[in-house]
């Protein structure tokens, strides 16, 4: 295993399932032996949205105080106290629409409903996750499944990309919400224990879930794998 010098971890997306992850996670990679072996990790969020009323409503991990901030910043303040020697947060408050706008990065999770963002992820070469959401189901893609599959699901549409289905705004939405980020949670555990050398470490299978109907199948994985130590 090589020396770690710290691990950066970018999240684009800071709304329902993005500020789920972030605020469920941060506790977790603040300390320990796993963060402290790693050399420390630096936590990148990215959106250009401020807080709304209605995403309180929809289950968005803010507080009515945070209304008029960016999204990003009201995160970063919350999660403030577990900043220390072993992790920083860092917020911007910018859209992800080409490779340029992203800075190196060693994990890349995107949880945004723009097709031109998951393309940028999808084209680097370190792992990545591709978190969806549409009514209490999610759907997770990550670097190993099969290219093919990858671009077939990330096709442009003339629609707004949304997670938001008429009829689910009232507690099966937040549902789904909760759902993918557990399954990035746990994604991010298991790539960061992988980064640190632990050959049993297992990432959780690239899905589709529904909270209500369980699997709804897995996706394909292609044969080139992508060196994560």
Known sequence: MKEQKGIRISVIGAGGIGSNLVCSIAPAISTGPLVKSLGGIQLGLYDSDKVEGKN????????HGDRGLEKVEAIRE???GYEGELMKIEAFGDDIRKASDLPDSDIVVVCVDNMSARRV????????????CAGDGYIAIDHRVDGFVVSSLTKDSDLSQSCQLD????????????????HGYQWLIAMLRKMNGNEMSVLPVPRSTSVTFGSLGSLPLSEVAIDVR
């Open 167 to 182: 009829g689910w705004e009232s507690g099966f939405l937040q549902a789904g919400f909760l759902a993918a980020a557990a």
């Open 56 to 63: 309180l409503r929809l289950g968005q991990r803010f507080c």
């Open 121 to 132: 992820v999808h084209s680097l070469e370190i792992p990545w996750l591709d978190l969806r």
């Open 78 to 80: 919350s999660l403030s």
